[in-house]
């Protein structure tokens, strides 16, 4: 199996641009794989890859090749924390950040970063569920309530209460 990954970089390598571009963004590639071919690796497209596992310590070893534009924080694979945004906050874009639909989205998150959102972008993000707290919390009266995404956040005694 190894040499068969291995092999498939090689592939890769004779392939035209725009085949080797798909198969970055979606063969599992290997942490060690990607470590030990890292001179090799499309960046742009790795980043984008949501068949990679995603690791702190895959991301640590190759920050200096890693994408750190749009594609690394719209990836929902990729380990988002309150511990991995603080440690490359320099490196953020928050607009990016706040599509990312991956499962690391709770009010703790939210709030902790509450300054950085770019609100219009994550009030489209389906992969959040806003409770009435976080609601009232964040002050979103004003913003394109319509769009908000809540199970239990369009009740007729919040609407009555706060809609005024």
């Known amino acids: ?14 392939l035209p641009g725009i085949g080797i571009a798909w198969l970055f963004r979606l063969y599992p590639f290997s942490e060690k794989i990607i470590t030990d071919h890292r001179e090799k690796m499309w960046w742009k497209f790795l980043t984008q890859n949501k068949n990679v596992n995603w690791s702190e310590s895959l991301i640590n070893n190759n920050k200096d090749y890693l994408d750190w534009q749009d594609n690394l924080w719209r990836n929902p694979k990729m380990p988002i924390s309150i511990a991995f945004v603080e440690m490359h906050m320099d490196k953020i874009d928050f ?7 991956g499962n690391h989205w709770s ?4 709030l902790h970063f509450k300054d950085k959102w770019n609100f219009h972008w994550l009030l489209l993000n389906k992969s959040i569920n806003f409770t009435q707290d976080l609601f009232i919390t964040l002050n979103l009266f004003k913003e394109r309530i319509s769009i908000i995404n809540g199970t239990a956040l369009w009740t007729e005694d919040f609407i009555l209460k706060h809609m005024h």
């Open 107 to 110: 009010p703790e998150f939210i």
């Open 1 to 14: 199996m190894k040499e068969d990954k291995t092999n498939a970089i090689n592939l890769f390598e004779k």
């Open 95 to 101: 607009r990016e950040l706040s599509l990312n639909t």
